[in-house]
């Protein structure tokens, strides 16, 4: 049974770090489809950082250059770097994995088998 556990999400001032974290089980993370998506309220869940399965990342235009994916490979997680967050970064953020291997970029939401239970993240201004 897959689960992925979010963690790391809180409230922080625009300007400053965060990092959110999300840790598979029975799943492994390295070498597949995987990402991190947001909701806002009001909103749909979008996608925000993604990883194909050749290893190559790709960013919403939003957050290029503040936000950062990785993953720990040893530890089997996927992490989400947040460097000076912005108020309309606030959102509730989610982790998701794929079943089936990608060598694109998978934008949508619906094409993710498994997702966390999402960790909220509010910038203050």
């Known amino acids: 049974q897959v689960q992925l556990t979010e963690s790391g999400g809180g409230s922080v001032q625009a300007g400053g770090s965060l990092r959110l974290s999300c840790s598979a089980s029975?799943?492994?993370?390295?070498?597949?489809?995987v990402g991190w998506f947001r909701q806002a309220p009001g909103k749909e869940r979008d996608w925000v950082a993604l990883f194909n399965g050749y290893g190559s990342t790709y960013y919403q235009d939003s957050v290029k250059g503040r936000f950062t994916i990785s993953k720990d490979n040893a530890k089997n997680t996927l992490n989400l770097k947040m460097n000076s967050p912005k108020p309309e970064d606030t959102a509730m953020y989610y982790c998701a994995a794929r079943e089936m291997w990608c060598g694109g970029f998978v934008l949508s939401p619906g094409s993710y088998n498994y997702w966390g239970q999402g960790t909220q993240v509010t910038v203050s201004s």
């Open positions: 029975g799943y492994t993370v390295s070498g597949r489809c």
